[in-house]
């Protein structure tokens, strides 16, 4: 004779579902207080838990056909790029980025482009109504055709809607907004943005359909919010610029059927979001001859080579400690060219304060701008412009040497293109061999000579 076994419970944390035998005051996954409650796990014990379920048999790689993933171009050319040249069916795609930064008009572009002719496409916003939408369109220049707009929260009626509709593509605006029957939580709980991830992952892998989900990244919820997701998801791209600044970079920061190289530069106007062409001319173009602390850098974008403006100013503190401020730039990396520069070079820098800033909104990262960095810090420092036919290029190491950069060829091709007509660069990238450019190739071993070189 069988007993029945006792049903077994666990407590989970209704914030971030984490599991524990025993009831905790405080969880230690995401630290919530109070947040455990008692549940049955609902699993099976022993051999029915145990029991296999329909299994997969191993392929033989080499019998696999060699052809690539099949795509779905969108039309928007920058965004199709990011994709890796469209989108792949029953894909699961995270567009994530800060509030009020364009997610919403750029996807509402992208899911009008998508169904001009073709088959509908649906989306779905938990943030604006029909109305709202409507409009937003109309102001987009957008007809709507082939459009479907829901203004629906609950993803069980989301699946029942777009079953009925067929589309060719689907878009969840915002990932924060939708809740899932299976789970208890509130929308925007990390159970909710877990369990709805994983319900439209299936979904989207069940009907071949792909769908495109929106994650707003907020300051005190980046790892907890979408970051959360990106494990989940096939393709995770973020939309970054800063707010006040007319550009944007789309950025791929995963993509399990591409490269993540390729970033799409756009400019926000009064017509939504278009498609930048050719993104360094209008990084510079703003740029005014002759002008002092301003230097431009042939930096890359993920395969992308773009010219990019830094400025620097420094100017006597009032303060006791100076000041150092970088803006689209990294902040150690502007605490370590002012280093060298006042104990290599011996610049009096200690009584000044820097800011340095990247023009456009953009952001560079790459130790390949030091070079740029420390030439308009001297510049601003000196009062004296560089000239305007220059780029500069190179890391600088701590005793002040320089040190060279990946891919030198695409960033002198597209400082060519642009009419520069001089780079300053380390020796070091010479050694490898440079293939012919355009360029007069200034190369220097250090900081020192560099400076010497592009300001005399
Ligand atoms: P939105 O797409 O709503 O941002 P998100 O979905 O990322 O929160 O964009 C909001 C901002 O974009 C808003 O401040 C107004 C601006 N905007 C334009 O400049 N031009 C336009 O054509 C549209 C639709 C919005
Ligand atoms: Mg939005």
């Excluded at 049955?40 to 696999?64: D, K, M, Q």
């Excluded at 008009?105 to 916003?125: K, M």
């Excluded at 689209?328 to 605490?335: Q, V």
């Amino acid at each position: 004779m069988t007993t029945a076994k006792p049903a077994r419970t666990v407590f989970a944390c209704s914030e971030c579902g984490y599991e524990s035998p025993k009831w905790l005051g405080r969880c230690p996954d995401c630290a919530s207080w109070n947040s455990f409650a008692e549940r049955a796990t609902g699993r099976g014990s022993g051999a029915a838990a145990r029991a296999p379920g329909p299994t997969v048999a191993p392929v033989e790689l080499a019998h696999l056909p060699a052809d690539d993933e099949p795509r779905l171009p969108l039309g928007l050319s920058e965004f199709d790029r990011v994709l890796g040249g469209g989108v792949v069916p029953a894909s699961l795609v995270l567009i994530g980025g800060d509030p009020g930064i364009g997610k919403s008009t750029l996807l509402l572009q992208v899911a009008a482009l998508a169904a001009g002719g073709r088959s509908p496409v649906l989306y779905v916003s938990g943030e604006e109504s029909a109305r709202q939408l409507k409009m937003r369109a109309q102001r987009l220049g957008l007809s709507g055709d082939g459009l479907f707009v829901q203004a629906e929260t609950s993803l069980d009626a989301v699946f029942a809607q777009a079953e009925a509709l067929g589309p060719s593509l689907v878009v969840v605006d915002s990932i924060q907004t939708v809740h899932s029957d299976a789970a208890a939580q509130a929308p925007g709980s990390l159970v909710q943005l877990r369990q709805c991830t994983m319900e439209l992952m299936r979904w989207a892998k069940g009907s071949g359909i792909p769908v495109f989900i929106v994650g707003h990244v907020t300051k005190e919820g980046d790892i907890a919010g979408p970051r959360l997701l990106e494990h989940i998801v096939d393709v995770v791209l973020y939309l970054e610029g800063e707010r006040f600044s007319s550009y944007r970079l789309l950025r791929g920061v995963k993509n399990r059927f591409g490269s993540i190289d390729e970033v799409g530069v756009f400019e926000m106007t009064g017509e939504g979001l278009r498609g930048v062409d050719n993104p360094s001319e209008a990084f510079i173009s703003e740029r005014a001859a002759g002008a002092v602390g301003s230097v431009v850098v042939p930096a890359l974008e993920g395969s992308r080579p773009l010219l990019v403006e830094v400025q620097a100013l420094a100017n006597p503190t009032a303060t006791p400690a100076p000041r150092r401020t970088a803006n689209g730039l990294d902040y150690n990396r502007l605490i370590l060219v002012a280093a060298v520069l006042s104990r290599r070079l011996g610049l009096p820098l200690a009584g000044q304060d820097i800011i340095a800033s990247v023009v456009g909104g953009l952001r560079v990262h790459e130790p390949g701008a030091d070079l740029a960095l420390a030439l308009a810090i001297v510049s601003s420092h000196r009062d004296k412009p560089v000239p305007p036919d220059l780029v500069a290029l190179g890391e600088v190491g701590l005793s002040g040497e320089l040190r060279s950069v990946a891919q030198l060829e695409r960033r002198l091709a597209e400082a060519e293109r642009l009419g520069f007509k001089r780079c300053l660069l380390p020796e070091a990238s010479l050694r490898r061999g440079v293939s012919r450019t355009g360029l007069e190739l200034l190369p220097a071993p250090g900081l020192r000579e560099a400076v010497r070189a592009g300001l005399g």
